[in-house]
């Protein structure tokens, strides 16, 4: 299908008027042929046919104004299709012939579109409600990589310019100080002679355990309470139960029942559940009770601890301890259960040993130590010698904040619920 | 008022400026009897007859070389170069005459002609028809460029080109030629050379086009719209002197530069916009400056000319980019 | 009528006075007044001193590279001599005679050939072009100062020269051309002085004489004893009323030679022989003109030794002040690229400056003493 385009016919004409039509639809034409008589501002124009075929359609009606690039006919070619055809990309125009508004070459989009009137736009002034940073590329990369704002970043620069050095102090103040700053005493080791002693590397973890000692020892105001509990009716009771939590799986310890006491004990005193801040004159009183159990493996010390003991049960205690120490065993404890408890508790007794004076494990203000439970002869109530089972308790108090008589109420209380084990049901939430 | 487009602007600005000027001349090949092939200079030669406008031989050094003569000697020329593709012909005489004729004679002799030319890409046309090529000139000591990208700012523009003491190059982007109308005054205004254009205000990034560029950036801006990016949008207009305060201000607000031309990478004048915003802004960009223009080809004939010019949819990509830079 | 009376094709040659200063064409004698004939030798002679000792200052490393112009005064001045105060010089670069004839003064020449563009600023009523190095765009330029004049009613003839190697160059084409189709008062000055650097006349084109190229431009060219200062005169006076008349441009071919070098840089002994340079001696345009005037009685050889006395002085003298002159100041050096100078160059005016204030101040103590001293701006 052609379809023939009213043209520029000179002088850069771009719109005339269809004064008469010279053939109809379906009429057949040749090349050279007037179809169509425009009238414009200069010329009443005779448009010839470019092509030869049939008149497929009338693009206007007389009267109608064509502008420049406007379809004025469709003509349908010899062996044409009726249906037009997209036009074809106009190429290069040769030269002579304008089909579009001049140029010679190519071809220039003619419309009539408007758009909007020019405004000469003010210096639009800097918006200040943008708070935006001065600062080089280097030092914004720092400051993301930090995860830090830098727009809420104080600039000592020209301008409040952020330098480099704003960042890192800005990063400084964000972290918390991990490691307190425990002004070592710088002591001096007598030299030994090399060939009369064998000098063995520490490991990480007696590394770990040296600051933690050494950090303990120079900030806390240790102070051990030491008692005997008489424990013959746990003793019984846990005789009676342990065949039941066998069947269960579980290992039912002493253990077990006395970390129960421990965070009923707890409860009544939560002082010693604390931490301390000495820089704000402040006693940090938690919510929770991490109840950490030392556990010694191959390579030292490490006390895991239980997640909100308090809400467990005796014998989900028992499952917990004993899960640390199969993973201290097997050193896949996570750091997470080693960090944040509350109040821990050393159980020598295991080894045999029966009293101590057990280091608080910092920033705790309390520590217990459970001996080994040995058969001793009493005096009871009635005034007669009797064996029971004792069990010596050890406990720490940093006696910065806890006196004697509050850890000896706590040691009270807990010796309650340990020689009357049936009357911890009492206290159970 | 009347609705113009651009063509008819910079014809307007001619029969304007020639009737107040006398000095005024007009010429090139078929500028004269014809109005130049797209008609700019339409209808001059009927009013102010073959003395001051005229139609030349085909001869690029002679119509460069000798409005330079007659600018020396007291006419104002419009000298039109058929094509910009075509100035290379006369290269000699812009880039070793038309800039240093003052400086060669200390002031004595200036050259205060406009040399204009239909500029850039886009009509589908044949090889070395449609090129960018203000950088070739830009980097000529002496010589102002101007690119205007609406009809106001093209007769506003061609006004001050005239009536500049110096030598000014008016490149008029050929592809809008007749692509849309504006309001136009009638009577004589000036846009000043040097002075850049604050299309639209924004906030997130600054965007720096030119000539026919300018609308395609519009076009981009539309298509971001529902991302809510806010773009400030910066017509150039003039090339030289480069309106470097304005720029850069806007960087200074945004943060982020993007400018987008048609002409070639290299060396295209992209590279000079984006040193100058580091120079001043170096502290308040939050992304690196980033520009997009043509490839570094010969501008491909009409079936593969749209690789070569950025359109709508490049360009909001490389703006959304820019806003989503991290650093 | 001179110019259609001397058809190049024919390979007729136009002349007047002879290698010995006799007159062999008495009916084109220009008459020309005592007055300015003296002129027109006097200004032949310093001429031809200044460009001597040009060359000797290059040669004891006081002068820059510099074009020579002996032996071609007369087809230099001769055609200064016919043209009215208004009208346009367009030179290209060994217009060294024509120029100083036009208005430019020594010291302005020599300061150009010095390396400061300050010697290009001529006074405002000297219509002359700066030096034009690039080849043949002075034709171009020409042309548009004609057109100008032409329509602005300025009744200005252009006077350019090109040499016998330009007229192979596009823009000589261009710019002949231009100005032919537009009957533009132009006169276009070939100084055929048979070399193009080391490039022999025959060399540059294959037409036999370069004047027939104006048959190609639908204008009269002819050829003429570029030595002889009274037919240069009588041409271009011709030619001058034809360009007045509004008849167009003429072009003519001054057959000369060119005595010295190419510039100060170059060695034309490699190219040519000496035998070829002293047959062209005998044919000295001054010598020649000196032996005219004296028949006329308007001259002598004592007036002349006197006057050689004068310039030597007087060239000397201007040298040494030119030697001794400022270099460009900073606000010289980009002052001048626009009139309305952007800020932005400005500004890197403004650095510079401040750059050279420190680096200055920190070597002064180190500087002992400078060829080149520091100037500091006003």
């Known amino acids: 299908m052609y379809e023939f385009k009213f043209a520029d016919i000179g002088e850069g004409i771009h719109e005339g008027t269809i004064l008469k039509w010279l053939v109809k639809v379906g009429d057949k034409v040749q090349d050279g042929k007037p179809l169509v008589v425009v009238e414009t501002d200069k010329v009443n124009a005779d448009l010839p046919s470019p092509v030869a075929g049939t008149i497929s359609k009338l693009g206007f009606k007389e009267g109608d104004n064509v502008h420049v690039g406007d379809v004025l006919v469709y003509i349908a070619e010899e062996g044409d299709k009726i249906e037009a055809k997209a036009a074809p990309v106009a190429m290069a125009v040769s030269e002579g012939k304008e089909d579009n508004p001049a140029g010679v070459v190519g071809t220039i989009e003619v419309s009539d579109e408007v758009i909007s009137a020019s405004t000469e736009m003010g210096e639009t002034a800097a918006s200040t409600s943008n708070q935006k940073a001065l600062a080089s590329p280097v030092a914004?990369?720092?400051?993301?990589?930090?995860?830090?704002?830098?727009?809420?970043?104080?600039?000592?620069?020209?301008?409040?310019?952020?330098?480099?050095?704003?960042?890192?102090?800005?990063?400084?103040?964000?972290?918390?100080?991990?490691?307190v700053?425990?002004?070592?005493?710088?002591?001096?080791?007598?030299?030994?002679?090399?060939?009369?002693?064998?000098?063995?590397?520490?490991?990480?973890?007696?590394?770990?355990?040296?600051?933690?000692?050494?950090?303990?020892?120079?900030?806390?105001?240790?102070?051990?309470?030491?008692?005997?509990?008489?424990?013959?009716?746990?003793?019984?009771?846990?005789e009676a139960q342990k065949e039941s939590a066998k069947a269960a799986g579980i290992k039912l310890t002493y253990l077990s029942y006395i970390a129960k006491a421990i965070t009923l004990a707890l409860r009544d005193y939560p002082l010693l559940n604390s931490s301390f801040d000495h820089d704000n004159d402040e006693i940090i009183f938690k919510n929770y009770i991490n109840l950490g159990i030392a556990v010694d493996t191959p390579d030292g010390l490490i006390v895991p601890n239980i997640k909100d003991a308090d809400a467990k049960s005796i014998l989900e205690l028992a499952q917990e301890i004993d899960k640390l120490a199969t993973q201290a065993r097997e050193r896949t404890i996570k750091l997470e259960t080693l960090q944040n408890g509350t109040f821990t508790i050393t159980n020598y007794g295991a080894i045999g040993t029966k009293f101590g004076t057990p280091v608080i494990k910092y920033p705790e203000v309390a520590i217990i130590g459970i001996g080994s439970i040995y058969k001793k002869p009493i005096v009871n109530e009635q005034g007669a010698i009797v064996v029971a089972d004792i069990l010596p308790v050890s406990l720490t108090i940093d006696h910065r904040i806890i006196d004697g008589a509050d850890g000896g109420r706590f040691l009270l209380k807990l010796k309650q619920h340990l020689s009357n084990p049936a009357g911890m049901l009492l206290h159970l939430k | 008022m009347a609705e113009m487009t651009l063509l008819q602007a910079i014809n307007a600005a001619l029969f304007e400026q020639m009737r107040k000027d006398k000095t005024v001349v007009v010429f090139g090949e078929d500028a004269g009897f014809e109005g130049g092939v797209f008609r700019v200079t339409k209808g001059l030669q009927a009013e102010f007859g073959e003395d001051r406008v005229f139609d030349t031989p085909i001869s690029e050094a002679g119509i460069i070389g000798s409005a330079i003569g007659m600018a020396v000697n007291g006419l104002k020329p419009v000298a039109e170069m058929q094509f910009e593709g075509f100035m290379f012909n006369g290269f000699n005489q812009i880039a070793v005459h038309m800039g240093?004729?003052?400086?060669?004679?200390?002031?004595?002799?200036?050259?205060?002609?406009?040399?204009?030319?239909?500029?850039?890409?886009?009509?589908?046309?044949?090889?070395?028809?449609?090129?960018?090529?203000?950088?070739?000139?830009?980097?000529?000591?002496?010589?102002?460029?101007?690119?205007?990208?609406?009809?106001?700012?093209?007769?506003?523009?061609?006004?001050?080109?005239?009536?500049?003491?110096?030598?000014?190059?008016?490149?008029?982007?050929?592809?809008?030629?007749?692509?849309?109308?504006?309001?136009v005054p009638e009577t004589e205004y000036i846009v000043p050379i040097g002075k850049a254009k604050i299309v639209q205000p924004g906030d997130q990034i600054t965007v720096?086009?030119?000539?026919?560029?300018?609308?395609?950036?519009?076009?981009?801006?539309?298509?971001?719209?529902?991302?809510?990016?806010?773009?400030?949008?910066?017509?150039?207009?003039?090339?030289?002197?480069?309106?470097?305060?304005?720029?850069?201000?806007?960087?200074?607000?945004?943060?982020?530069?993007?400018?987008?031309?048609?002409?070639?990478?290299?060396?295209?004048?992209?590279?000079?916009?984006?040193?100058?915003?580091?120079?001043?802004?170096?502290?308040?960009?939050?992304?690196?400056?980033?520009?997009?223009?043509?490839?570094?080809?010969?501008?491909?004939?009409?079936?593969?000319?749209?690789?070569?010019?950025?359109?709508?949819?490049?360009?909001?990509?490389?703006?959304?980019?820019?806003?989503?830079?991290?650093? | 009528m001179i110019i259609s009376n001397y058809d190049p094709l024919k390979k007729?040659?136009?002349?007047?006075?002879?290698?010995?200063?006799?007159?062999?064409?008495?009916?084109?004698?220009?008459?020309?007044?005592?007055?300015?004939?003296?002129?027109?030798?006097?200004?032949?002679?310093?001429?031809?001193?200044?460009?001597?000792?040009?060359?000797?200052?290059?040669?004891?490393?006081?002068?820059?590279?510099?074009?020579?112009?002996?032996?071609?005064?007369?087809?230099?001045?001769?055609?200064?001599?016919?043209?009215?105060?208004?009208?346009?010089?367009a030179p290209a670069f060994r217009e060294f005679a024509a120029m100083l004839y036009k208005g430019v003064t020594l010291e302005q020449l020599y300061l150009y050939w010095y390396g400061n563009e300050i010697g290009s600023k001529f006074a405002d009523d000297v219509n002359v072009l700066p030096v034009n190095i690039p080849i043949g765009s002075q034709i171009n330029h020409a042309s548009g100062l004609a057109y100008a004049s032409k329509i602005l009613g300025k009744n200005q003839v252009v006077v350019t020269y090109i040499g016998d190697g330009g007229t192979s160059h596009g823009e000589?084409?261009?710019?002949?051309?231009?100005?032919?189709?537009?009957?533009?008062?132009?006169?276009?000055?070939?100084?055929?002085?048979?070399?193009?650097?080391?490039?022999?006349?025959?060399?540059?084109?294959?037409?036999?004489?370069?004047?027939?190229?104006?048959?190609?431009?639908?204008?009269?060219?002819?050829?003429?004893?570029?030595?002889?200062?009274?037919?240069?005169?009588?041409?271009?006076?011709?030619?001058?009323?034809?360009?007045?008349?509004?008849?167009?441009?003429?072009?003519i071919e001054a057959y000369t030679y060119r005595i010295g070098p190419h510039t100060t840089s170059d060695d034309p002994t490699i190219y040519r022989n000496d035998d070829e340079v002293e047959q062209w001696r005998l044919k000295d345009p001054i010598k020649r003109f000196k032996a005219y005037l004296i028949n006329k009685k308007l001259?002598?050889?004592?007036?002349?030794?006197?006057?050689?006395?004068?310039?030597?002085?007087?060239?000397?003298?201007?040298?040494?002040?030119?030697e001794n002159s400022d270099n460009p100041s900073i606000d010289d050096v980009f002052d001048y690229t626009f009139v309305n100078n952007p800020a932005d160059l400005m500004e890197q005016k403004e650095l510079y400056k401040k750059y050279l204030k420190t680096t200055f101040l920190s070597s002064l103590k180190e500087t002992s003493k400078a060829n080149v001293a520091l100037k500091e701006d006003k």
């Open chain 1, 140 to 179: 914004r990369k720092m400051a993301a990589d930090f995860g830090l704002d830098i727009t809420k970043i104080k600039g000592s620069g020209d301008n409040g310019r952020v330098m480099k050095e704003d960042i890192i102090k800005a990063n400084e103040r964000k972290q918390p100080v991990v490691s």
């Open chain 1, 181 to 238: 700053a425990v002004p070592t005493p710088k002591v001096t080791l007598p030299s030994f002679a090399a060939d009369t002693v064998t000098r063995i590397k520490i490991s990480k973890l007696r590394k770990t355990i040296v600051q933690a000692m050494t950090t303990s020892q120079s900030i806390v105001a240790p102070t051990t309470l030491m008692d005997e509990f008489d424990v013959t009716s746990l003793v019984a009771m846990r």
């Open chain 2, 100 to 183: 240093r004729m003052r400086n060669r004679s200390r002031g004595k002799y200036s050259v205060p002609m406009v040399l204009r030319m239909p500029w850039g890409g886009g009509i589908r046309a044949l090889e070395h028809h449609s090129e960018a090529v203000e950088s070739f000139i830009a980097h000529i000591p002496g010589i102002k460029i101007v690119i205007p990208s609406t009809p106001y700012d093209a007769k506003g523009l061609m006004a001050a080109a005239i009536q500049d003491p110096d030598p000014v190059v008016f490149f008029e982007p050929k592809k809008i030629y007749r692509a849309f109308k504006q309001e």
């Open chain 2, 208 to 327: 720096v086009a030119w000539g026919s560029m300018v609308r395609d950036v519009q076009s981009a801006i539309k298509i971001l719209e529902k991302d809510s990016i806010s773009v400030e949008l910066i017509d150039l207009r003039t090339i030289v002197p480069m309106d470097t305060e304005t720029i850069v201000n806007s960087v200074k607000k945004t943060g982020r530069l993007l400018v987008v031309h048609e002409a070639v990478r290299t060396v295209g004048f992209a590279s000079e916009i984006t040193t100058r915003v580091i120079e001043n802004a170096f502290l308040n960009l939050e992304a690196p400056p980033a520009r997009l223009t043509g490839f570094d080809i010969t501008v491909p004939l009409p079936r593969g000319e749209h690789h070569q010019m950025p359109d709508p949819k490049r360009i909001a990509h490389e703006i959304k980019k820019l806003v989503n830079y991290k650093v």
């Open chain 3, 12 to 89: 007729e040659q136009f002349q007047v006075l002879d290698s010995e200063g006799k007159v062999v064409n008495p009916k084109y004698e220009p008459k020309i007044d005592d007055k300015t004939l003296l002129h027109m030798y006097k200004t032949m002679a310093l001429a031809r001193v200044a460009d001597i000792k040009a060359l000797q200052y290059q040669r004891q490393g006081r002068m820059l590279t510099y074009a020579p112009v002996q032996g071609q005064e007369a087809a230099q001045i001769g055609p200064m001599a016919a043209l009215e105060p208004q009208d346009w010089l």
């Open chain 3, 172 to 251: 000589f084409y261009e710019g002949m051309n231009f100005a032919s189709v537009f009957n533009s008062p132009m006169i276009a000055i070939i100084q055929n002085n048979q070399y193009a650097i080391s490039t022999p006349r025959r060399k540059a084109t294959k037409a036999a004489t370069l004047a027939q190229k104006a048959v190609a431009f639908g204008i009269p060219g002819i050829q003429v004893d570029g030595n002889d200062v009274l037919a240069m005169y009588a041409v271009v006076k011709e030619a001058a009323e034809r360009a007045r008349k509004g008849e167009g441009p003429t072009l």
């Open chain 3, 299 to 322: 001259w002598s050889d004592e007036q002349d030794a006197k006057l050689n006395e004068e310039l030597e002085a007087y060239v000397t003298e201007t040298f040494k002040r030119v």
